[in-house]
C-alpha cells in the first residue's frame, strides 16, 4: 500500500489520483505522522460495500439462528410471497 502525507495530496491531487486509478493500490494519507485515511479507487470502495451488505445478512441470519427465529419451508414461502406481489 502506498503511503503518503497529506500535503503531497493537497499539491499533487492529481497524479496521486492518476496513480491510484492505474494501480488500484488503496493509498495511505497521513498527517502529523499519524494515519489519517484511505483513498480508494470508486469501484474497490463500491465493492467493498456489496461485500459488507452481503457479509451483514449473513451475520444477521447467523444470529437470528441463534436466537430461535426460524420459519419452516411452508412459512418462509408465506412471507415471500407477501414480498413478491
Known amino acids: 500500500m502506498k503511503t503518503e502525507l497529506v500535503t503531497t495530496l493537497k499539491r499533487q491531487a492529481t497524479k496521486i489520483l492518476a496513480d491510484l486509478h492505474k494501480t488500484k493500490e488503496p493509498v495511505l494519507i497521513t498527517e502529523h505522522g499519524q494515519p489519517s485515511a484511505y483513498l480508494l479507487d470508486v469501484e474497490d470502495y463500491e465493492y467493498i460495500q456489496n461485500r ?32 413478491l406481489k
Do not use: N, P
Request: proline share 0%.
Open 52 to 83: 459488507m451488505k452481503i457479509l451483514e445478512g449473513i451475520a444477521r441470519g447467523e444470529k437470528a439462528i441463534l436466537e430461535g427465529r426460524i420459519y419452516s419451508e411452508s412459512e418462509a414461502e408465506d412471507r415471500m410471497k407477501k414480498w
